[in-house]
Antibody, heavy 119, light 110 residues
Framework: EVQLVETGGGLIQPGGSLRLSCAGS????????MSWVRQAPGKGLEWVSV???????YYADSVKGRFTISRDTSRNTLSLQMNTLRAEDTAVYYC?????????????WGQGTLVTVSS | QTVVTQEPSFSVSPGGTVTLTCGLS?????????PSWYQQAPGQAPRTLIY???TRSSGVPDRFSGSILGNKAALTITGAQADDESDYYC??????????FGGGTKLTVL
């Protein structure tokens, strides 16, 4: 059974840094694309970043230059290093695994971890 | 700046049929955007309903169906039930490693 468990959220001051992790089980994180998707309080879903199985990496313009996505195949985890955090980065961050091969969909989701950027 | 459009809200009677749409601020949605649909109940993580325009995810009832209607992707719920009351999101793959979500549709069943 595929499972995704995010950790690392919390309260952080503006300008600070935080690292999120997503532990995968039931599959290998390098076998498909893995994304971070966030949801600000009371708002919709926003795609943040992806790492494809082959290693290509892409970011939404809103986080480019501040966030870094990576994976650790030895620990089967996905990470998101978030630097220079802003109030508008406050959101629940979901880890999402790619769906069926070639579908460019998000087939599995974690339960999310809340990041609050506030002084 | 690409904007993916969805109806902010929709209402359907129990047992009724509703079609939610997913469009582009400029241009038409086609299968080349690999439209997919997600259901999100309050306080829950999203659940995958439809991918690649019209393929149901495992375990999704066949009263949920996806299609292209005109220049938009569409999610049709036939025989709506009370527990279908949720937020529904579409997402389009824009190519070059970029996805864009629609703003979501809040569906009320009453």
């Amino acid at each position: 059974e595929v499972q995704l468990v995010e950790t690392g959220g919390g309260l952080i001051q503006p300008g600070g840094s935080l690292r999120l992790s997503c532990a995968g089980s039931g599959f290998t994180v390098s076998s498909t694309h893995m994304s971070w998707v966030r949801q600000a309080p009371g708002k919709g879903l926003e795609w943040v970043s992806v790492i494809f199985g082959g290693g290509s990496i892409y970011y939404a313009d809103s986080v480019k230059g501040r966030f870094t996505i990576s994976r650790d195949t030895s620990r089967n985890t996905l990470s998101l290093q978030m630097n220079t955090l802003r109030a508008e980065d406050t959101a629940v961050y979901y880890c999402a695994r790619g769906g069926a091969s070639g579908s460019y969909s998000f087939g599995y989701w974690g339960q999310g971890t809340l990041v609050t950027v506030s002084s | 700046q690409t904007v993916v459009t969805q109806e902010p809200s929709f209402s359907v009677s129990p047992g009724g049929t509703v079609t939610l749409t997913c469009g582009l601020s400029s241009g038409s949605v086609s299968t080349s955007y690999y439209p997919s649909w997600y259901q999100q109940a309050p306080g829950q993580a999203p659940r995958t309903l439809i991918y690649s325009t019209n393929t149901r995810s495992s375990g999704v009832p066949d009263r949920f169906s996806g299609s292209i209607l005109g220049n938009k992707a569409a999610l049709t719920i036939t025989g709506a039930q009370a527990d279908d009351e949720s937020d529904y999101y579409c997402v389009l793959y824009m190519g070059s490693g970029i996805w864009v979500f629609g703003g979501g549709t809040k569906l009320t069943v009453l």
